[in-house]
């Protein structure tokens, strides 16, 4: 691992700036500082009124009293400041990299957990962190490896068995993706994202009763979107058409549900079907429904090709 994150060694800003006419009254001097540039300087200014802190004891007090409110951007400002007094706290790195990569900065979020993993190779939220970034970039065999680290190191990550999940579903290993799954889910019950890939991966399987359980729990119970969609999905691959309606319009409009159950239908052979359901997608929703009239041309091209009349509605 020693040597492994060498972007460091091109990255040699300050940290942060201390504010003009406070610098005497700070424990730091931020002109003696080198080390990754981790803040999004917009924050200097939003909290220019704030008071120098001490220490670093006394700058993640701060921190957490900030993020304990739910002021992220509060919490990072004052977490930055408390890295000026050690900058080699490699738990103070990676939380910093968390809040960034709450944040959407990834790239600010991957400068501090390479920093955190240069004084700390075995940091598992931060071998974490760096592989769900990687993931958001489309580095998916860098993430792999250090997503595979994190859980051997500690093995209660659930966002890492997750994205590890989503990596062995694609591989076709969906008994190692399940296994994934379910060891999110026994450290975060409530994670109705993994329940959802979790049911994903047991349709991938062949198993359709063991998802919909899954799809219907996420969905019901916890109300996630995607959820939804994949419950409507899988009642209209089933002839549900009824019930993939009624469960997609949870996310979606009825237009957009009636387009979807049809699409279905069609696949499922059952033409005359999906044909009532295009037409009455178009009578709701004309204008922004050309997908439905395309499919009705399809259709009406296939009847024709296979020599049988169109029935109309």
């Not at 940290?15 to 406070?22: A, D, I, K, P, V």
């Not at 489309?138 to 999940?165: I, P, S, T």
């Not at 890939?197 to 969905?219: H, I, P, T, V």
């Not at 052979?269 to 922004?288: C, H, Q, V």
Request: glycine residues 6%.
């Amino acid at each position: 691992m020693p040597g492994k994150y060498n972007e460091l060694s091109i990255i040699n800003f300050c940290l942060l700036g201390l504010l003009s006419g406070c610098a005497s009254t700070s424990a730091v001097d931020s002109d003696k500082y080198a080390g990754p540039d981790l803040n999004d300087k917009s924050l200097d200014v939003l909290f220019a009124t704030e008071f120098p802190v001490a220490s670093e004891a006394e700058a993640i007090a701060q921190a957490d009293q900030a993020l304990q409110r739910g002021e992220v951007d509060r919490a990072l400002f004052f977490y930055v400041r408390a890295l000026q007094f050690q900058p080699e706290n490699v738990e103070l790195l990676a939380r910093i990299g968390e809040i960034q990569m709450q944040r959407n900065n990834h790239d600010l979020a991957r400068r501090a957990f390479l920093a955190a993993l240069e004084y700390g190779p075995t940091h598992a939220r931060a071998l974490e962190g760096l592989g769900l970034i990687y993931i958001a970039e489309g580095m998916h065999e860098q993430a792999v490896v250090e997503l595979k680290l994190a859980v051997a190191y500690n093995d209660q990550l659930w966002r890492a068995h997750n994205a590890l999940g989503i990596y062995e579903d694609k591989a076709g290993n969906f008994a190692a993706a399940q296994l994934h799954y379910d060891m999110a889910l026994s450290i975060n019950p409530n994670a109705a994202d993994v329940l959802n890939n979790r049911g994903y991966s047991k349709l991938l399987a062949g198993n359709m009763d063991a998802a919909m359980l899954d799809f219907y729990e996420a969905a019901e119970n916890r109300n996630f979107p995607l959820a939804w969609a994949n419950l409507g999905k899988l009642y209209a691959a089933q002839g549900r058409y009824s019930d993939a309606i009624t469960t997609y319009k949870h996310v979606m409009s009825e237009a957009h549900a009636l387009n979807n159950t049809a699409n279905s239908a069609i696949e499922n052979g059952d033409i005359a079907e999906a044909k009532f359901y295009l037409n009455k997608a178009i009578r709701l929703s004309p204008t922004y429904f050309p997908a439905a009239e395309e499919n009705l041309s399809l259709i009406a091209q296939r009847e024709l090709d296979d020599g049988s009349h169109p029935v109309l509605y």
